[in-house]
């Protein structure tokens, strides 16, 4: 199923509009790239919609929080929706300010994300309204692990039933759920956490998945979340001598760039509850 | 004579002022550093004529525009335009939304740019004020191709004629043209295309050849454009095994670095018409 | 000294927030990743302080300068020392316009960092408020070098003792006084100059390495910067056949993620005065 998945992004060329924070705004255009797809980035209140009518999907990333893009992703959000198009939003750092929390839920109630892509601090945050992130990584508290998967599993799918979306929540073990379902995915590998923006770049390929699946949108976003965790395997056992994180962020941008349909069948590691 | 173009940029060490897009502000700082130029990025209101006074050339690329930003570029052009600097302006998106569209058009008439660097999308939105770009990217219908060469070739000669600048747009074959004489260039390499930002590093380059060369124009801007092609070759020629658009992105960077002018006489492949 | 500096980087993960330039965010973003501590970036005044509140250490950084951005900087600055936490300002371009070196004056006075991380440009434009900086990059004639030496940390130490800060000023050698005694650094490579932000990479090092370090200020600025420079060098041994600028800067993060305490301890190279 996901090798058809990856095809249906390489062929179809999905341009996905981003707006998006200062740090990982880069890797996103290319990663958009190498999966087959293509960015444009624009975030002034002055096109914002207008872009988006143009595009494929919409991505509203919360990181470096700039109060006067907030009204640009409410636009684009609204001409979205009217459009059909996907939509997801990164709350990056939702519980590390009120204003970065209060947003993204704002977000979450008006712009109808189709999915919510995040680590699960930040989905506690939204769930419970509060809390504190460490930075933009999960608390350690918050990591799921086997010992704590079932409730955690549990938590995402009643997160993704009562706020209405696709919930695609990266840890240690992924949890992507439409509120009924929940794939658990075991792909990835930690080195990705010592690169920053391996889950902007998810939440990016995340969109792209869904414009080129617009019938499978959860199968869609677990496929997405199992594509840069193999790219992420993939990269780490190219790593030899004295390479560290540097290169390693160079070879996950390899991976995506020539991940097969057919390496992405195979390398797929998740189980469906 | 390219030999002699990119020895005067590695010799004068030009300082280029540059008001940016958040995508790839990056990858141009880089690129001014490899070729032996240096990078300022100001873009307040506030400071941007001042600082361009202290430099040696003046970028204005409209990736993700800010209206805030506008200003900035104007007074920055101004100064620069009194100053004798060259301008150049990177139209990015031009088309995608009316916004961008417009802001390029009054940067072509206000900012009095020495030359236009953009792929054909774009200048085709100049041209006629209007149309859709699909994304950053030039439509697949305004690809210049040996079928297209002889209309495209004339159509850029005579935009460069009409706007008063060195147009130099860049696709599968690049068309500069100071409204005279048009140099048609072979060099580059698709992979190029998967890559963010290539198009807004030439920009950057093509303001350090101008800065070195002032009494060359024409010939500084397609100096510029083989020699980013070039790199991009060379890049290509340099990929194995599992390397991809990661890899491509850093062998680039190294090309432009490392680049003599004896390889650039050499490896320049283009015709005058 | 200095392996127990970085193992405490290493071991006590310190959250460090950074409002800085658009231009090497990512670089910095990773290299905190790589040293062992977490990035984040806030900066709009909506949220800066709270997001402050809930880090270790603060790095205030003036590249691309943002008017919008200075009151974010105050008040984070202002939550930074009610709370204790070592504060570097990194003041980039103070000097290109009267704006900038306003600005690095202010946040001087009313920010009370522990550190100043700059070149011997920006520190002379804060020592005579005025003054001309060549873009983001050192004057030559302001290049510390054994000729001038015995003058340049005479200079750094008056500053820091006159403004009350550990001076970090970097270049061909580096000084670091805390107005009684002085590191002189002689780690580096030359090509460090040939990647933007590796400056910005120092600044929040530096902080870092403060958060990590509490009790020993200016060992642990000396310390951040004798663990970029040995890395510089590491990066550079590594370089062969047609390896240039953009390989290097992936070497250079490489060897951040990878130095260990005991490789710092042997290959700083540094003399106290």
């Known amino acids: 199923m996901f090798a058809e998945l990856l095809q249906n992004v390489r062929t179809s060329h999905p341009l996905v509009h981003s707006i998006t924070n200062r740090v990982t705004i880069n890797d996103c255009a290319n990663v958009l790239l190498a999966c087959g797809a293509s960015p444009i980035m624009a975030d002034d209140p002055g096109e914002a919609a207008d872009?988006?009518?143009?595009?494929?999907?919409?991505?509203?990333?919360?990181?470096?929080?700039?109060?006067?893009?907030?009204?640009a992703m409410l636009a684009a959000g609204r001409r979205a929706n009217e459009l059909g198009h996907p939509v997801v939003l990164d709350p990056v750092g939702a519980g590390a300010s009120p204003l970065r929390t209060e947003t993204a839920l704002r977000l979450l109630r008006e712009g109808k994300p189709t999915a919510v892509r995040g680590n699960m601090s930040e989905i506690r945050a939204l769930a419970?309204?509060?809390?504190?992130?460490?930075?933009?990584?999960?608390?350690?508290?918050?990591?799921?692990?086997?010992?704590?998967?079932?409730?955690a599993a549990e938590f995402v799918r009643q997160f993704a039933a009562r706020a209405g979306v696709i919930a695609s929540v990266t840890g240690p073990?992924?949890?992507?759920?439409?509120?009924?379902?929940v794939f658990c995915i075991r792909n990835g590998?930690?080195?990705?956490?010592?690169?920053?923006?391996?889950?902007?770049?998810?939440?990016?390929?995340?969109?792209?998945?869904l414009a080129a699946n617009p019938d499978r949108p959860l199968e869609a976003a677990a496929g997405a979340v199992c594509a840069l965790g193999l790219c992420g395997e993939l990269a780490h056992g190219r790593l030899t001598g004295p390479e560290g994180s540097g290169t390693y962020r160079v070879y996950l941008m390899d991976a995506v760039s020539r991940l097969t349909p057919e390496q992405l069948e195979k390398g797929a590691n998740y189980e469906v509850r």
Chains 1, 2, 3 share one sequence.
């Open 51 to 71: 872009v988006t009518a143009g595009c494929d999907a919409l991505t509203l990333n919360l990181g470096t929080l700039d109060q006067r893009r907030i009204p």
């Open 189 to 209: 590998h930690p080195m990705m956490g010592l690169v920053t923006g391996t889950g902007c770049q998810l939440s990016v390929l995340t969109a792209a998945f």
């Open 128 to 151: 419970r309204a509060g809390g504190g992130a460490h930075g933009v990584d999960a608390d350690r508290a918050d990591r799921v692990t086997e010992e704590t998967l079932d409730r």
């Open 173 to 181: 073990i992924d949890l992507v759920s439409d509120g009924v379902r």
